[in-house]
């Protein structure tokens, strides 16, 4: 079975600044990494995810994430938050041919002025 | 391309009732999967339809029950309704691969007395 762990329940964070959120998974197949987004009373929407190749991945909104197959590690990174990236953010495997994705726990980024 | 709806948005419902969710994938989708969000759980993946039949389960009772019909739009049942159960549910569509992204619809929320 596979599992997500996102090690920060919130992180609080001032505007401009950088940011990582972390996010490690367990899993004894290749999978299929994904980073999404949730703003307050809304659905998810897609950051950015990684299939195969290249282990840096970017993203919309500057987003970009690095997949660490050794470390099982696959963290999100912004060099230059803004007010407007105050959301929740999940990270999500999927291991197999359908649809089935696992989530972590949720990261709460909050910006700060 | 119109985004995944879902309906309806808000449903307040007693204990032992039942209630059904539906939810109209984006165009050209052939697979929906369900998830309950909850704060205690977190994401949790209910089911995937794919084609009219079901390809993946979560880990949930015999009471969630969903199906696909031919145009793609899905529906999910949840008979004898718990306390347990109030959640934002999420419907998501893709066209089929675990490597394609989901497209999340903004939910429906529902609340058990």
Redesign the interface.
């Known amino acids: 079975a596979q599992s997500v762990t996102q090690l920060d329940s919130q992180v609080p964070v001032f505007e401009e600044a950088p940011v990582e959120l972390r996010c490690n998974y367990s899993s004894s197949v290749s999978v299929?990494l994904?980073w999404?987004v949730q703003y307050p009373?809304?659905?998810?929407?897609?950051l950015l995810?990684y299939?195969s190749g290249s282990t840096l991945v970017k993203g919309i909104n500057g987003f970009e994430a690095e997949f660490n197959k050794s470390q099982t590690s696959f963290h999100l990174r912004k060099p230059s938050v803004h007010i407007s990236d105050t959301a929740e953010y999940?990270c999500?495997v999927?291991?197999?041919?359908?649809?089935?994705?696992?989530?972590?726990?949720?990261t709460r980024l909050m910006v700060k002025p | 391309k119109a985004g995944?709806t879902q309906t309806p948005r808000y449903l307040i419902k007693t204990r032992g009732q039942q209630v059904t969710l539906s939810c109209s994938p984006i165009s050209g989708h052939r697979?929906v999967?369900w998830?309950q969000q909850t704060p205690g759980q977190?994401?949790?993946?209910l089911f995937?339809y794919?084609s009219e039949t079901q390809?993946?389960k979560?880990n949930f009772p015999g009471r969630f029950s969903g199906r696909q019909f031919s145009n793609s739009r899905s529906e999910m049942n949840v008979s004898t309704l718990e306390l347990g159960d109030s959640a934002l549910y999420?419907c998501?569509s893709?066209l089929?691969?675990?490597?394609?992204?989901?497209?999340?619809?903004?939910?429906t929320r529902l609340l058990v007395l």
Request: charged share 10%.
């Open positions: 299929y994904f999404y009373n809304q659905g998810l929407q897609l995810k299939l999940f999500a999927n291991d197999n041919a359908g649809n089935m994705l696992t989530f972590g726990g949720g | 995944v697979s999967s998830y977190g994401l949790q993946f995937e794919f390809r993946n979560g999420l998501a893709s089929g691969s675990g490597k394609e992204t989901q497209y999340f619809g903004p939910g």
